[in-house]
């Protein structure tokens, strides 16, 4: 492709319209029409939906018409493109009468561009103010709603967000009112501080800074530069998976990242996106250091992994909106989510697929669906790990375009790819050696020619076979190092230094409402899987009948530990079944939603509350199916406390809990959900020898301490304990002081029953957090 021009330099105009105006900042676009989601709204009904577009076209102003209906008009003339000036006029829908717009340089009282703003002198980068307003004598109300004095269009801002406070000695302080996704200060989370002349407050996708008496907003849009500056990374022995990596990524830019297996592709990724951040070096968004501000930044960055980040038993739709509940601020109605869903799902041309289940979509539509579920928050920076893993050539090429067209509408798109089939769609290709070193960064088109190849393939075999050459160092003398990274980033070398600490991550606010939302995301999940639910139906009732045919009429000396037996395997197989593949098959998605703000105990809580319902239905079930109508004392008596069947009926469904926990620890154990069927039969087996029905345990050295932390010991120990199995089936194995028919020692057992499943729920905490990114282990 050609060269791109990805930062506007135009001036800041006001836009004037009967009876209103705005400034014109030159990072964004301004769409004219009657559509109320325009910038510049008539209600005319001669001016078309999409009527026309303002935009900054090299150093100047343009407009271009969209195909409306009754035209847009200038000096009586119609017009389809018209270069912009200060006082120009339009009219649109009629030349004589229609509504007007007017452009005039800023008065010179607010003009802007008089001095470098405060986000240049701090950052660096050029940014003009999006808005500017005077300084307040008392209090300036922030946040979304309409009665804020400084009102955000950010659904990441809550209603009330902040308010900005004029103190008795002159100087100011920024509040947090109890926002939903923080209030930040340069780059850190803060409830009240003081402002300086170069802090930098963040709210949403705004930043505001003190200059003078003036109040400036520079809303991020997506058009933001990256820069990335001396990346290392080093693994134990010192070994380095990335070296030295520096290149500038423009605005708008569609950078393809590449390279042979093992070249540091990943290992790069997770640097840019802050997940596991890098030893030495530094990235900079738009200016400002991402690992300092990363707490700020993190919501303006998407990541769309491999593995797809959608619970694909769901509809489109259904599954975007549960996506919007978790990620916007806890006071969004349901209409603010429900329509911006609505304009991504029309974004990325997803009208005729969004109320079809995700599982029946094509590998195109599903990647298309993961990148969705990104662009909810509108973030300026995309990253995406091999989209086009899997796919046929067409679908490639389809998801490579539409990378292009989120590019071309304001955002900056990196692509970890294996793919050269697409590169030309790209506006940069950066290609790694082994070692994590450049070995070409710049316009696709030119790579082949510089390594020297006539196709792609044999440029590989070059980097796999040629383990010698210098790849790096021969890029970093070349012509193509100088005119597309040294010029570009115009810099002088720095001494290396270790990279910047992240900002902790703030703990996410709203944790009942995170709880809410996902334990009805996880039941609507489940719900829709019909074998689960025809298993979680059927396997009580198959395990209640077993046990009612060994248990027979009554538990006398023949069928007592039988059926108490068939009851403790199939409480640990009810249990364990439904949670053991639960969090492995979830952990491409668990992984990204804690990166942007999940609550790790909100999450394990909701696979609590639903699977733990659910298997305790399935044990009272179980329960009654077995023993309803059995004599379980034939020798007279009841229970301890309650009726045996009670007494059962709460050790089966406690059993069944603490396996469904014990089957959690399983599942945020592994690495890969194949393994979980062979370790459920391995742990029921475990539960059957070590319940004490089999072998005695009891004065057994060893072998009774490691039945301590067997769930079915104690079960069964409990329901021994109710129909006193001492006396119903005397002899060395029920002699046991855990089956003595009395209160406490049952209540002995069902609180060591508690207990175990107490110490499995902080074991699947500790296992996740192990699995989590690093800047989110707190």
């Known amino acids: 492709m050609g060269e791109r021009t990805f930062v506007p330099y135009a001036p800041q105009l006001l836009l004037e319209t009967d009876g209103d105006s705005q400034v014109m900042s030159p990072g964004r676009e301004y769409h ?34 969209t195909g409306s209906t009754n035209g847009t008009w ?103 009112v109890g926002s939903h996704n923080g209030t930040f200060l340069n780059g850190s989370p803060v409830t009240v501080a003081l402002l300086g002349p170069e802090d930098l407050v963040g709210i949403g996708h705004s930043v505001f800074c003190l200059v003078g008496d003036e109040l400036q907003e520079f809303v991020d849009t997506g058009d933001v530069d990256l820069d990335v500056d001396g990346l290392v990374v080093e693994v134990a022995g010192g070994r380095r998976l990335l070296d030295g990596v520096t290149f500038p990524v423009g605005q708008k830019c569609l950078l393809a990242v590449a390279g042979p297996s093992g070249a540091g592709k990943s290992t790069l990724l997770n640097a840019l996106t802050g997940l596991r951040p890098a030893d030495r070096g530094s990235v900079r968004y738009d200016g400002r250091d991402l690992y300092r501000d990363y707490a700020e930044l993190r919501r303006r960055i998407g990541l769309v992994p491999q593995d797809d980040i959608l619970h694909t038993q769901l509809t489109v739709r259904r599954a975007l909106r549960y996506a919007a509940e978790l990620r916007f601020s806890g006071d969004t109605t349901p209409e603010e989510r429900a329509a911006r869903v609505e304009e991504v799902i029309g974004e990325l041309g997803l009208e005729q697929r969004a109320d079809q289940v995700i599982s029946s979509l094509s590998g195109g539509q599903r990647k298309r669906v993961s990148v969705a579920l990104e662009l909810l928050t509108k973030p300026s920076l995309l990253f995406l790990d091999e989209p086009t893993s899997g796919l046929d050539p067409g679908m490639d090429r389809s998801v490579m375009q539409m990378l292009r067209g989120l590019a071309d509408d304001g955002r900056t798109v990196v692509v970890v790819t294996h793919s050269v089939l697409s590169l030309d769609l790209c506006d940069r290709l950066l290609m790694l050696a082994p070692g994590g070193k450049i070995a070409y960064f710049g316009p696709p088109g030119e790579a082949l020619g510089y390594f020297g190849f006539a196709q792609w393939p044999e440029a590989f075999e070059a980097f796999e076979e040629d383990r010698a050459r210098d790849w790096a160092g021969q890029y970093h003398g070349s012509d193509e190092h100088r005119r597309y990274i040294a010029d570009t980033m115009e810099r002088p070398a720095r001494p290396e230094v270790s990279a910047a600490v992240p900002s902790p991550v703030p703990p996410p606010q709203g944790w009942w409402s995170q709880l ?263």
């Open 516 to 778: 809410g939302t996902l334990v009805r995301r996880y039941a609507n999940a489940l719900t829709a899987d019909r074998t689960f639910l025809a298993v979680m139906i059927a396997l009580p009732f198959v395990m209640g009948a077993m046990a009612r045919a060994l248990a027979g009429s009554s538990l006398g000396p023949d069928t007592a530990l039988n059926g108490l037996l068939i009851l403790c395997v199939g409480g640990v197989l009810t249990g364990a079944a439904n949670a053991v593949r639960e969090l492995v098959k979830e952990r491409s998605i668990y992984q990204r939603e804690r990166a942007v703000g999940l609550s790790r105990s909100a999450y394990l809580w909701s696979k609590i509350v639903v699977l733990g319902t659910i298997t305790v239905v399935q044990a009272v079930v179980l329960t009654l199916v077995g023993l309803a109508g059995v004599k379980l004392r034939p020798q007279g008596g009841g229970g301890v406390l309650m009726p045996p069947l009670v007494e059962i009926t709460l050790a089966v469904a406690m059993l069944s809990f603490t396996a469904m926990m014990l089957g959690l620890v399983v599942s945020a154990l592994v690495k890969k959900e194949e393994v979980t069927m062979p370790l459920l039969v391995l742990l029921a087996i475990v539960q059957v020898v070590f319940c004490g029905a089999l072998l005695q345990l009891n004065g057994v050295p060893v072998l009774n301490q490691l039945s301590w932390l067997v769930p079915s010991r104690w079960a069964l120990a409990a329901m021994a304990s109710t129909v006193d199995l001492r006396q119903a089936v005397p002899g060395e194995l029920t002699a046991d002081p855990l089956f003595r028919h009395q209160l406490s020692t049952w209540l002995l057992d069902m609180g060591v029953l508690a207990a175990l499943s107490l110490l499995f729920g902080v074991l699947v905490l500790r296992l996740l957090r192990r699995q989590e990114p690093a800047v989110m282990r707190g």
């Open 32 to 65: 004219v029409g009657r559509d109320p989601a325009g910038e510049v709204v008539f209600s005319d009904p001669r001016v078309s939906w999409h009527h026309a577009v303002l935009h900054v076209d090299g150093d100047h102003w343009a407009l271009d018409d």
């Open 74 to 176: 200038a000096s009586g003339e119609r017009v389809s493109h018209l270069d912009l000036a200060p006082g120009s006029t339009l009219r649109f829908g009629s030349a004589q009468d229609g509504p007007y717009a007017t452009l005039a340089a800023l008065p010179e009282p607010t003009r802007t561009v008089r001095a470098p703003s405060a986000l240049t002198r701090i950052t660096g980068s050029y940014r003009p103010p999006t808005r500017v307003q005077r300084l307040p004598d008392r209090v300036v109300r922030i946040g979304r709603s309409e009665d804020n004095d400084l009102v955000l269009d950010d659904l990441s801002v809550s209603r009330h967000h902040a308010e900005l406070r004029a103190r008795p000695d002159g100087r100011y302080e920024i509040a947090d």
